[in-house]
Each structure stands twice: as structure tokens, then as C-alpha cells.
T-cell receptor, first 113, second 112 residues
């Protein structure tokens, strides 16, 4: 199965700043998915990233706040912009493995102070 | 889009008893239904999954059943142990490069 390297694993950031999260997959994948898990909550899809096109955002998430890059079939970044304490969450990337289920990165635990 | 409902939100069982968690989904085109276990501070881990061409799947103490007509699926854990204590999430997708949609989770506590 695919292996995803996600970093950073955790960070503490000042409000108003931005953090970029990276996910590197050890195989080529068409789509990468970005999720947010707020404290004590489930995983909520932020956006779907397809190489060579703009990411598709879910209701409640906008590109200005969560810009995503997908420069090739093995890599993607999610930026959390102009952070506030409400952005404190775990952020996870995920890929589908063509019939073999889904794999998740190890997650980025973000705390905004 | 897909909507997944999960019940109960919390569940406490005595060690050795069975635990059942139920989910319903709204998109009749969904065909992949995984269950994840998440321990504190860790990423979700797949414990079992089922596809729409089967009605039941079992792996040791864990089983999943699927009723496509009613659009619901359930997780069954038998002979529960304290290490089964965690948050469990159901999810659904159409697969084929579509994302998983998750239920809200069930916090399972197994009391020794």
C-alpha cells in the first residue's frame, strides 16, 4: 500500500500567520484529499486536489483561507492562512489506492495561540 | 452529496460483551464502506471494510454487515477487550478517486 510522508507532525503558531503542510506519496496518485479534524470531532473534507487543475473545495472552505498546491502526482501542500485559534486542529492528507482502500498521512497537529 | 449518520455517539460495554455501531448513508452510488479506529493522538487506522457486492465480512472478533437496500451498515465487535477502547468512525465513498465521507464517530469504552 502507498506510504504518505506528512510534515510537520505538529506546530504551534501565532495568530495571523500561515502554515504550509506537505504530503509526499511514494507512488503516483490522481487525487489527494485534505481533511481537518477539530478537537473531539470527526474528519471533515476540506478539498480534493487533482494534479494540473484547481482544487475542489467543500462547502465552508475557501481557497483564500486554505490554498492547495498539487505540482505533480506524488506531492501536495495545504496552507492554513491568517490563522486564528479556531484553526487549531489535526490536518490529514489521504489518497485512494485504486481499489485497495485509502491511506492517510500521519497528520499535522496545529495549535494556534 | 453523501451524508453519513453514525450511532451511538458513545458506547460503554463490559469486557467480554459485544459492541455494535450503526451507520446510515444517503448516496445510493456509494460502494465502499470502511471502519476506522482512532486512538488518542493517532491517525485513523482501518480495521475492516466492505464493498457493495458483499453483505457481510468478518475478521476474527470484528465483523461488518451491509444492507444496500436500507443503506445502512454496522460494525460488530465480539468478546470486547479493554484495548478495543477508542473512537470508531464509519465512512462511505463511491471509490474511483472520490473522497471518504465520515460519520461523527463513536467513543467506545470497554470496562474491565
Amino acid at each position: 500500500s502507498a506510504v504518505i510522508s506528512q510534515k510537520p507532525s505538529r506546530d504551534i503558531c501565532q495568530r495571523g500567520t500561515s502554515l504550509t503542510i506537505q504530503c509526499q506519496v511514494d507512488s503516483q496518485v490522481t487525487m489527494m484529499f485534505w481533511y481537518r479534524q477539530q478537537p473531539g470531532q470527526s474528519l471533515t473534507l476540506i478539498a480534493t486536489a487533482n494534479q494540473g487543475s484547481e482544487a475542489t473545495y467543500e462547502s465552508g472552505f475557501v481557497i483564500d483561507k486554505f490554498p492547495i498546491s498539487r505540482p505533480n502526482l506524488t506531492f501536495s501542500t495545504l496552507t492554513v492562512s491568517n490563522m486564528s485559534p479556531e484553526d487549531s486542529s489535526i490536518y490529514l492528507c489521504s489518497v485512494e489506492e485504486g481499489g485497495d482502500g485509502y491511506t492517510f498521512g500521519s497528520g499535522t497537529r496545529l495549535t494556534v495561540v | 452529496g453523501e451524508n453519513v449518520e453514525q450511532h451511538p455517539s458513545t458506547l460503554s460495554v463490559q469486557e467480554g460483551d459485544s459492541a455494535v455501531i450503526k451507520c446510515t448513508y444517503s448516496d445510493s452510488a456509494s460502494n465502499y464502506f470502511p471502519w476506522y479506529k482512532q486512538e488518542l493522538g493517532k491517525r485513523p487506522q482501518l480495521i475492516i471494510d466492505i464493498r457493495s457486492n458483499v453483505g457481510e465480512k468478518k475478521d476474527q472478533r470484528i465483523a461488518v454487515t451491509l444492507n444496500k437496500t436500507a443503506k445502512h451498515f454496522s460494525l460488530h465487535i465480539t468478546e470486547t477487550q479493554p484495548e478495543d477502547s477508542a473512537v470508531y468512525f464509519c465512512a462511505a465513498s463511491r471509490s474511483g478517486n472520490t473522497p471518504l465521507v465520515f460519520g461523527k464517530g463513536t467513543r467506545l469504552s470497554v470496562i474491565a
